[in-house]
């Protein structure tokens, strides 16, 4: 279910169920069901070792391949279609994370396809999106997204328990660092950015209510993120240039996280 204010399946950002996605990652399982007593089916996989693939752009299949399983999201379309999957959404994201790598830095990983379905009313087996991730520290870096409606391409960091949202708090309510935030966090906007992150219905206790970064302190968890419609620009290897440029302006953002309320990194992850 979406959170308020959030984008669509992007919701809870896939990286904030783990600790560090390194930690996560098991090898790769098969396309179809994964092996039952295998690993849990939301777990990422790490990239390391995986045969490098050259971008060449998404597809117009790839975003056709999600329309089709948010009308048929069963293991016979999944059969019917796994080519489409592997050729048309998951290589060209590894490759496009691949080629980013070596220059925005940290841990590259996929998430796997299949859905946690073990205490949902929802059995249906898949995701209707593919993610990747590249990991700066846990549960902070730098995001992409495969859907029926296009790339969504977003960075930022999910807390990893309350501890670590009081400490996100604490570094928006410090004059320097606060208005520091604020600045990157408008400059954003202003570029086009949507401004994600769960709030508290009012305000945390014992903050002022015209406390001049309410907005900000009021987050559990805070990201930015563009949206890029199917379209010929995403066909092919420019496509690159789009996301590099995104995830430059992202950069200061990380950046803030990274060296104001960094989260431990032998931490595992919790509900903020």
């Not at 960075?155 to 309350?162: E, P, V």
């Not at 950015?193 to 769960?198: D, L, T, V, Y």
């Amino acid at each position: 279910m979406a959170v308020p204010g959030q984008i669509g399946p992007f919701c809870a950002p896939e990286w904030a169920r783990f600790g560090s996605l390194a930690e996560a990652g098991l090898g790769e399982w098969m396309l179809g069901a994964p092996p039952r007593g295998y690993g849990h089916p939301q777990w990422p996989v790490t990239c390391a070792g995986r045969r490098s693939v050259r971008f060449g752009g998404f597809p117009a299949a790839a975003f056709d391949f999600y329309a089709g399983l948010r009308a048929d999201n069963s293991r016979s379309y999944w059969a019917a279609h796994r080519d489409v999957y592997q050729d048309s959404v998951r290589a060209p994201l590894a490759a496009l994370l691949d080629d980013l790598a070596g220059e925005f830095g940290g841990q590259v990983s996929l998430f796997r396809p299949f859905r946690d379905v073990r205490f949902a009313r929802d059995k249906s087996p898949y995701k209707t999106h593919q993610g990747g991730f590249i990991e700066i520290a846990p549960g902070v870096g730098y995001h992409l997204q495969v859907d029926a409606d296009g790339l969504l391409v977003s960075g930022g960091f999910h807390a990893r328990d309350a501890a670590h949202t009081r400490e996100y708090r604490a570094a928006v309510s410090e004059s320097g660092s606060g208005e520091r935030l604020a600045a990157v966090v408008a400059s954003l906007a202003q570029a086009g950015f949507a401004i994600e992150g769960e709030q508290v219905a009012t305000r945390p206790r014992g903050v002022s209510p015209d406390h001049p970064r309410l907005g900000l302190i009021r987050r559990k968890w805070l990201t930015a993120s563009r949206r890029y419609p199917p379209s010929p620009q995403l066909a092919d290897e420019s496509a690159a240039a789009r996301v590099r440029s995104d995830w430059a302006q992202l950069r200061p953002l990380i950046a803030w996280i990274t060296a104001c309320c960094p989260p431990p990194r032998d931490h595992h992850g919790a509900d903020a």
